[in-house]
């Protein structure tokens, strides 16, 4: 049986927003994200003889956060379109977890498409996206992969252009940050820092970097900074070092910075990787 590798990338927010809250639960919001060049990397092979799909993960910290949305994926495909198989998924973890890069949805979605392709099921991305929904909001996402505003749960996803190149520095503290946790706490708070997103994305396809420094913001910051006091640190020191263009992404807690300018990106990040996770990417376009 043929094996196929399938890169699964991260994103960032550069703006994340809470419009309301559905009587089930879910937040209501508003969001931009980028994709980035930073992946996992998914080994999967078609297993027939196999009693069971087998995925595993070579990193035990985590939990079983990847390991379910990736299994959600593969028996939800097997119930809506038979595929009279059986897989084994290794993944290979790159994407920090508990850090707001979305590691485990995009898991998920890279591994719906994988088998879309690889079964000949010739789902449409409409029908993808139907199907990521149903798995997790931030999945849908990942199923079009590039830049885009982000409403409802999540699930509507409306592309957007970006026109410069941007370079990301990303900066994790030790500790990670529960998306649950981060939202309840958000919750009581009931002091959300509301902002235009409309701005947001007009400095995103102008190119405007004062603009967007200005105008960015994420709801759910002040929560996890509560949560992780050095998440605030982080930001602080970034700032320091030249980056105007600094948040957090998602519900925490690497920080990100921006710029165009690689050679004060690359700087950046000896500058801080003796003490945290460094990564150095790119957005993808």
Known sequence: MKKIVVRSYAKINVCLDITGKRADGYHLLDMVMLPLELHDSLLIEETPRAIDNYITLDEFSMGDSQYNTVSLVVDYLNKVHPLNTKFKIDMHKVIP????????????????????????????????????????????FFVKNKPARCTGIGDKVEPINIKNDYFVLLVKPELGCSTKEVYNLCDKEQNWPHGNVDTVVKALEEGDDDLLASSMFNVLEASSIKLVPEIQTIKDELKELGFKIVMMTGSGSAVFALSTDKKLIKLGAKKLENKYNVIVTKVIK
């Open 97 to 140: 977890m508990k850090a707001g890069l979305g590691g485990g949805s995009s898991n998920a979605a890279f591994v719906l498409k994988a088998i879309n392709d690889y079964k000949k099921l010739n789902l449409t991305e409409a029908e993808m996206h139907k199907i990521a929904v149903k798995i997790g909001a931030d999945v849908a």
